[in-house]
């Protein structure tokens, strides 16, 4: 796992402060939140006029990390990130609940789970995780290069 200076994202800030170039939304723990993710993502980069490949990767990745934030602590809600980085997009799901430490694994070839986070190493540089500011849970985060196909 590659890891960045720029970790320092998915702090806690009043959202009438928000840097231009950045989103934050919470979303509760139930299954339609990866969705939900996934659309407010897009919205965003389409405003933002990102190119089409990082849109198409912003939204995988959000869905992947929200989804093993759900599944795999035990959270009341999530929060995420995208956040302009200059010639990146950092994408960060942070949880507020207990669970273990993201990490890839190798999937069986029969199983149903466990390649989300290959295919988060596989679209971004770098990403990392870092425990929550808050205290409990961690943060995940991607920084995909913003594409210029389209």
């Known amino acids: 796992m590659a ?10 800030h009043d959202s009438s402060a928000l840097p231009s170039g950045c989103l934050r939304f ?4 139930i299954p339609t939140s990866a969705a939900e993710a996934r659309r407010l993502t897009r919205q965003q980069l389409n405003e933002w006029r990102a ?4 849109c198409d990767s912003a939204q995988l990745v959000i869905s992947e990390l929200v989804t093993n934030a759900l599944r795999h602590t035990d959270s009341d809600s999530v929060g995420c990130e995208v956040r ?8 960060a799901v942070a949880s507020d609940g207990r669970g273990p430490r993201a990490v890839p694994r190798t999937a069986g070839e029969d199983d149903e789970n466990g390649r989300g986070l290959l295919l988060v190493c596989s679209l971004a540089q770098v990403w990392g995780v870092r425990p929550h500011d808050a205290g409990a849970g961690h943060v995940v985060w991607a ?3 913003l594409a210029t196909g389209g």
């Open 84 to 91: 302009l980085l200059g010639t990146l997009l950092r994408v």
């Open 143 to 145: 920084d995909l290069p």
């Open 26 to 29: 919470r979303l509760p723990a």
């Open 3 to 12: 890891s960045s200076s720029r970790a320092d994202s998915l702090v806690r």
């Open 51 to 54: 190119p089409s490949d990082t």
